[in-house]
């Protein structure tokens, strides 16, 4: 379905939508990790936010990416559950507050063709995850692209300077290949774009 490195696609700033509520719920024992693997943004999330980057957890569950939280200090706004789990078709997990930077890009990474190239991608970026295993018997439900694409949209509306959808492996493909080959990009892309060109 491509390659990873690849995957970006650029929202339009003609077509923006309206805004509207996202259907989330606070998942407590990330927010309540949070404090400790966020850090505050150096511009007010209103300015900084011009990117959002779609990640894949590399394992089974929800607690599993969120133990990732509490163990190594890594972090993400979103977490969008697997079929097997409760919250998969009703709602996505908020992880971490938007305003806080999530730390799910290395800080020295970065792409020439997103934000000119600008390094430190958490202070201005917003962090999806997927639960899936990225293996190849592991694909990604029609639910789990509607919710991310939801959450693009819902970020979209509310934030101005939003600009580019990005995967992990395309600012550091030499370490991460998430959200994996089997991510149906193109397809992603569309429902996140759908009536709004």
């Known amino acids: 379905m491509g390659d990873p490195k690849d995957f970006q696609f650029n929202l339009p700033a003609e077509a ?3 805004a509207h509520p996202l259907r989330e719920k606070i998942h407590p024992a990330a927010w ?4 400790d693997c966020t850090s505050a943004r150096p511009e007010a999330p209103a300015s900084a936010i011009r990117a959002i980057v779609i990640h894949a957890t590399a394992g089974a569950s929800t607690a599993g990416a969120v133990s990732v939280m509490v163990a190594h200090r890594a972090s993400f706004h979103w977490l969008v559950a697997d ?3 409760a919250a998969h078709g009703d709602f996505v997990w908020a992880s971490a507050p938007e305003r806080r930077a999530a730390w799910h890009v290395r800080n020295n990474c970065s792409h020439p063709e997103v934000y000119d190239g600008a390094r ?15 293996s ?3 694909g990604f439900s029609d639910w789990q692209l509607r919710a991310t694409a939801q959450i693009i949209r819902y970020a979209w ?6 600009a580019h959808v990005v995967s992990h492996a395309r600012f550091d493909p030499a370490r991460r290949t998430d959200p994996g080959e089997n991510f149906p990009w ?6 996140t774009l759908a009536g709004l060109r």
């Open 32 to 35: 309540a990790a949070a404090p």
């Open 83 to 85: 079929e097997n789990e």
């Open 136 to 138: 190849g018997g592991d």
């Open 157 to 162: 509306a509310k934030y101005p300077n939003l």
């Open 186 to 191: 193109e397809k992603f892309a569309a429902l």
């Open 120 to 134: 430190r991608v958490n202070d201005w970026s917003l962090g999806v995850e997927i639960v899936n295993a990225q």
């Open 16 to 18: 923006k939508p309206a």
